[in-house]
């Protein structure tokens, strides 16, 4: 899907957003090069050091 998108609709930037098991999810897709930027919602448990392997600019919308 994002090849398609980056060729046919020549966008130069992408980013994720997950919730819950799919903030797990975004967090996973923010550590390659595949997207720009990721927002990541209530994700599912994780830890400092697997947060300081993201690399794309990332938004942290959680409770507390």
Avoid at 23 to 39: C, E, F, K
Avoid at 48 to 61: E, L, N, Q, S, Y
Wanted: a positive charge.
């Amino acid at each position: 899907f994002i090849k398609t998108i980056r060729e046919e609709k020549n966008y130069q930037k992408i980013g994720c957003v997950g919730y819950c098991f799919g903030g797990s999810v975004a967090a996973n897709i923010g550590t390659t090069d595949i997207v720009q930027s990721v927002a990541i919602f209530h994700p599912s448990p994780f830890t400092v050091d697997f947060a300081k392997t993201i690399k794309a600019a990332a938004f942290w919308g959680s409770a507390e």
